[in-house]
């Protein structure tokens, strides 16, 4: 679940960095490809304001929305906002026309919520509980928990009961960041049917592997819970199945032929002082590979002083198109989904003490390593 989150705030009182971020991103000339019905962002040269096209290039929606409209594709539904004079007006627009939520518009780190699977998230602004629109402006999960997550494979996590617990003296812009505490996490699908009442431990679980069985699962990559409905559901633990992948496939045969099959096509690097290089992976592990080798040997040691960590792409480095469907239509990163395993490695050498960090990405392929940064040394 998230950890902190923020009280709607107001049109007006709407970062102007976090606008101009976006439209950097959004629109620096990067291809991203959408379905045959998807509507595209854009924006005119002479105007800061968001509209729509087809994917033939058809103007769906004339341009009128601010950059609080972060949707970069229109699948069903999303968030915007529309400027009258000097009052803005935000709500919920489907693809049919439809205006909706006007003053239920869920905000998390000053932005709104991304479409998930045909739903977006709302917040009654009575009770400041969050319920679920689908695609067609519905409400699919009445307003009635603390939290929700983004749709997962057709699943919800859900928070119930808990209470604010307000960060001391960070209260700034009429935001009051807050940490959840207490309370009861719970699974429900997207009909609000609580399908496990007792659902701890949820965020490093990947839903995508859920396994329904009469009785608990001897995987030992797997956590398995008792469900509403007598049976077992059982979720792939991200780290542990990572670290057992990374001490068989790769650890266990540390060959060059072991890492280039274990390596994205291209691989990405830092080297000073140009900062972040990518070139074929093939051709950079056949001119780095004993450097390679050798700091990852460290991890087969006993006394291995190294943690990791989970994250999603970076999307100021991965910006081609190949890699779009590792973000959702916000061009927020997919870690639920796609996480990046980080290795970070605290080593020692010549008196100094530095990290080496291997990021390896959750692709449809399984793991892959895609980027790397190995400080005291020079890559070839």
Request: neutral net charge; contains cysteine.
């Amino acid at each position: 679940m998230d950890k902190a989150d923020c009280r709607q705030i107001a049109g007006t009182c709407l970062c102007l960095a976090t606008f101009l971020l976006w439209l950097v991103f959004v629109f620096s000339g990067c291809s991203h490809h959408a379905r045959k019905d998807t509507w595209t962002a854009f924006l005119p040269p002479d105007s800061d304001l968001i509209g729509f096209k087809d994917a033939q290039g058809r103007v769906k929606i004339e341009p009128r929305y601010s950059g609080f409209t972060i949707a970069r594709q229109f699948d069903h539904i999303m968030a915007v906002m529309e400027q009258n004079g000097n009052s803005y007006t935000s709500y919920y627009l489907t693809r049919s026309g439809k205006k909706l939520g006007r003053d239920r518009i869920y905000i998390h780190d000053n932005s709104p919520d991304c479409e998930s699977e045909g739903f977006i998230r709302f917040r009654d602004p009575a009770t400041e509980k969050v319920g679920l629109y689908n695609r067609n402006g519905e409400i699919a999960v009445p307003a009635e928990y603390d939290a929700l997550t983004q749709v997962r494979n057709g699943l919800v996590v859900g928070l119930q009961g808990a209470r604010k617990v307000y960060w001391d003296k960070q209260r700034h812009a009429g935001c009051s960041h807050f940490n959840w505490e207490g309370g009861r996490e719970v699974l429900l699908d997207t009909r609000n049917r609580i399908l496990i009442s007792d659902f701890k431990g949820s965020a490093r679980l990947d839903l995508y592997s859920l396994k329904i069985g009469p009785k608990p699962e001897p995987d030992d990559n797997r956590l398995s819970y008792p469900g509403s409905d007598g049976r077992y559901y059982a979720f792939i633990e991200f780290k542990t199945a990572f670290e057992s992948w990374l001490q068989t496939e790769v650890l266990a045969n540390l060959t060059q032929d072991t890492l280039d099959k274990n390596t994205y096509h291209a691989i990405f690097f830092w080297k000073e002082p140009e900062g972040w290089q990518h070139e074929a992976s093939r051709a950079f592990i056949a001119r780095n590979f004993e450097l390679i080798q050798g700091r990852l040997a460290v991890l087969l040691k006993a006394d291995a002083d190294y943690f990791i960590s989970m994250s999603g792409l970076n999307p100021f480095i991965f910006n081609a198109a190949e890699f779009e469907p590792y973000f959702n239509n916000c061009g927020d990163p997919k870690q639920w989904q796609h996480p990046v395993m980080n290795v970070v490695i605290n080593q020692q050498a010549g008196g100094k003490s530095f990290q080496d960090h291997f990021d390896f990405l959750k692709t449809t392929a399984g793991y892959k390593l895609i980027s790397l940064t190995l400080r005291e040394a020079e890559l070839n």
